[in-house]
């Protein structure tokens, strides 16, 4: 386990008492693996402008509780069915059913818990409460529950382009964004700066989710941790079946560019932010 493992797991409930099942099925999904790119561009972000407290660490915890909650439930026989996650069985079929929309349930309201820690370790409360309330615009029906809800319902059916479009920047997208705008927010930057940082992670964001629709297709089991041609075997439209390998690849550089560039009209050393975000375009899982 890396020292950021070790960090973002020390916000977790510990086992015991007579909910100790969920707290092991919301442990065990958590501690899985992962490559924790929420919480990185979320402390990336928060460098940019400056921030040096101890405070982001409760923000970075509850973005990747969220994550892992999103994926409990993808997975579900009821969404993916997927029976494989990171290389090991998921959630539903370790735990059942029940408790894997339980774990999920649990880490997502047990994250704002976390991130209202942030008031203990010296954060302003007019900067907590509005990260606080970033993250919980982006994570619901006005992101990725949003973007997940039309996901569902348009399985099986051709999706009009500006349809997938919303999908990927709310369902993918939204926390990507919450995880750098947060960031940037706990940090103190100015409205303009936050605006700035949206638009960055917008990009950011379709570059990632049109990423594992390549991964989808072109992967290997060993390699992504879970199956393979899960689009296609649960009839989703995607980048790739629209537009093709080719032209899906020349998106992911797009977008990824197009971030890189917007990010270069920010203050402050920008490089580091700039190697992660280029680093997503070429990732394996």
């Known amino acids: 386990m890396t020292e950021l493992d070790e960090r973002l797991a020390s916000f977790l409930p510990a086992e015991g008492g007579q909910q100790d099942i969920v707290i092991r099925a919301m442990r065990d999904a958590f501690l899985a693996g992962g490559k924790r790119v929420r919480p990185r561009l979320c402390w990336e972000t928060y460098r940019l402008f400056g921030g040096t407290g101890e405070e982001i660490w409760p923000m970075m915890a509850a973005l990747e509780m969220i994550h892992t909650s999103s994926l409990i439930h993808d997975d579900l026989p009821a969404m993916d069915n997927d029976r494989l996650r990171r ?64 996901d569902v319902a348009w399985t099986g059916k051709p999706v009009p382009r500006e349809t997938l479009e919303f999908i990927y920047r709310e369902k993918t997208g939204a926390l990507l964004e919450a995880s750098m ?28 989710q049109i990423r594992d629709d390549l991964l989808d297709i072109e992967s290997t089991e060993e390699e992504l941790g879970k199956p393979i041609g899960s689009d296609e075997r649960n009839q989703k439209t995607t980048f790739v079946t629209v537009y093709g ?13 197009e971030a890189v560039a917007l990010l270069g009209t920010l203050p402050g050393d920008t490089e580091p932010l700039a190697r992660l975000i280029r680093s997503l375009m070429d990732r394996k899982n």
Do not use: H, N
């Open 87 to 150: 290389g090991r069985p998921t959630t539903w079929v370790s735990f059942g059913e029940d408790m894997a929309i339980l774990a999920g349930d649990g880490l997502m309201i047990y994250a704002f818990e976390t991130a209202a820690r942030a008031l203990s370790m010296g954060a302003p409360a007019d900067r907590v409460s509005a990260a606080m309330a970033e993250l919980a615009r982006r994570t619901g029906i006005f992101g990725m529950i949003g973007g997940q809800t039309a």
């Open 181 to 208: 705008v947060t960031g940037a927010i706990l940090a103190g930057a100015d409205e303009a700066q936050q605006e700035a940082v949206r638009r960055i992670a917008s990009c950011v964001g379709m570059a990632f």
């Open 245 to 257: 390998e080719e032209k899906a690849r020349e998106l992911v550089r797009s977008y990824s560019e």
